[in-house]
């Protein structure tokens, strides 16, 4: 979670709210009288549940957050509290908004205004409905007060969404107990595994398997013993399921040519094609790593810039004669490539081990969560199932691809990671699903076409360098 904004939010509250909670008799729910269930709905979870796009949080995507839609849908909008940021939201990067389309490119915008001030709701005098920390961890659920207790020690969304001293100095699951809730919608871990990911499939930054299952027994136990809330959870989609992760996939091909069999990333064009040399003859980039499965999105800017072309010493080393190397070379420049000869770093690619590693990960974390949700007597939203046939095969009208591949149909954000309007309207879609067929009501679901268009309008696939440092930081 680097280089997010240090601050604290300093509000001038005497709530006296101090942080101990009583703890009511185990839950027992009216099940004469189902619609009591939605009396008193809080949201608790990371990014996903705070409606977090374009690697920014903002009032003009956030009534698109998953837990708002469906407070909209049972009539519960008006009460429904979420932190609101004012434009252009607070992005992950210091001093920076969230991840804007404009003129085919994808910006950053500065913002003009101190972050403090753009928290526009900060006096509300108790927690909010929608608890949802960007950045959060299981972990930090449990223990973090603000960002300096988070397992970050920079997560300033902590400061924003929490709003600590004010409430006794309490964590995001005390918060939830404290608004006394009758359903919570609960969704977390994805963030245990999805460092990995980010940063070029660094096991190390995986959640031990015991730790997931302790911490989220304890989490569950709490919720279970000190509210008499009905909870319906998500389980943990595949991180490299993203475009993010998965966007470059496409100029993936074998080359027969110099004996390579499996498909690599080969030399493109700006409109993402692979360019065929002649008979078929791609150039595989160079990559720091072997048995690459993915680059990504920051590879695409480092592209931009020459790296990972090979230049004439590189494919002669690839086998090439010199004179055939040299005028690929120069007719790679004619093109407006910049042949540097430096390959990609590791921490730019996911090697198929490390995509393996991390999808066992989440396999781990997934059979956890089905063995405490039947423990618990919860109704768990299969998330993982959603978004991989989203992945795979496209979902509900929407595509799994990149923004700048696919505007008019994406379920992505510009970020290449966090849903955008229509991919939050299918997760609502889910939740609410889950919630008929648990407490027997007819919640409409939402009409996800409505949703879409919006990044209509042309696009390029340049990015600018602010918008790749922003898109890296959004952990």
């Given at each position: ?271 993402f094609k692979p360019v065929d040399f002649g008979g078929g003859m791609y150039l595989p980039l160079l990559t720091a790593e ?72 989440v396999d781990g974390f997934n059979t956890t969560l089905r063995t405490l949700t039947a423990q618990f007597q919860i109704p ?96």
């Amino acid at each position: 979670m680097r280089k997010l904004i240090l601050f604290w939010i300093v509000l001038g509250l005497s709530l006296g709210i101090g942080c101990s909670i009583d703890t009511p008799e185990q839950p027992k729910l009216n099940m004469e009288q189902n619609q009591l269930v939605l009396s008193k709905m809080v949201a608790i979870g990371n990014s996903l549940t705070a409606g977090f796009q374009s690697s920014g949080l903002c009032e003009c995507m956030q009534p698109q957050s998953y837990p708002y839609l469906i407070a909209r849908q049972i009539g519960k909008a008006a009460e429904f509290e979420q932190p609101l940021i004012d434009q252009p939201g607070i992005g992950s990067t210091a001093g920076k908004g969230h991840l804007e389309l404009v003129n085919g490119k994808i910006i950053a915008p500065d913002l003009t205004v101190p972050p403090t001030a753009m928290l526009l709701n900060a006096l509300l005098a108790r927690p909010y409905d929608n608890l949802g920390v960007p950045g959060a961890m299981l972990r930090d659920m449990l223990n973090a007060t603000d960002a300096t207790t988070s397992m970050a020690k920079t997560n300033a969304y902590f400061n924003i969404v929490l709003r600590n001293p004010n409430f006794g100095n309490t964590t995001q699951l005390q918060q939830a107990i404290i608004l006394n809730p009758t359903l919570v919608l609960l969704w977390i871990g994805d963030n245990d595994v999805l460092g990995a990911a980010l940063n070029g499939g660094n096991a190390a930054l995986i959640t031990p398997q015991a730790d997931f299952q302790a911490q989220f027994t304890t989490l569950l136990t709490e919720l279970r013993q000190k509210t008499k809330a009905a909870i319906i959870m998500g389980n943990i989609p595949y991180v490299t399921d993203i475009p993010y992760i998965n966007m470059m996939d496409i100029i993936f091909r074998p080359v027969p040519a110099l004996g390579i069999t499996k498909p690599v990333p080969v030399v493109f064009d700006a409109q993402f094609k692979p360019v065929d040399f002649g008979g078929g003859m791609y150039l595989p980039l160079l990559t720091a790593e072997t048995e690459v499965a993915h680059l990504t999105l920051p590879a695409l800017s480092a592209y931009q810039t020459g790296m990972g072309i090979p230049n004439t010493a590189a494919l002669v080393q690839m086998g090439l004669p010199a004179v055939q190397a040299q005028a690929l070379e120069q007719g790679m420049k004619a093109a407006g490539l910049n042949p540097t000869g430096q390959p990609f770093p590791g921490t730019m690619s996911l090697t198929a081990t490390e995509n393996n590693t991390i999808k066992l990960a989440v396999d781990g974390f997934n059979t956890t969560l089905r063995t405490l949700t039947a423990q618990f007597q919860i109704p768990l939203v299969d998330a993982n199932a959603m978004f991989s046939t989203l992945y795979t095969a496209g979902l509900d009208g929407y595509s799994g691809r990149f923004a700048l591949l696919d505007p008019a149909n994406t379920a992505f954000s510009l970020d290449g990671v966090h849903p955008n309007d229509g991919g939050y309207a299918m997760v609502a879609n889910a939740f609410i699903e889950k919630i008929n067929a648990t407490f027997q009501l007819t919640i409409p679901k939402l009409n996800t076409a409505e949703f879409k268009g919006q990044y209509s309008g042309s696009v390029s696939t340049k990015l600018t360098m602010d918008a790749v440092e922003q898109v890296k930081a959004i952990f």
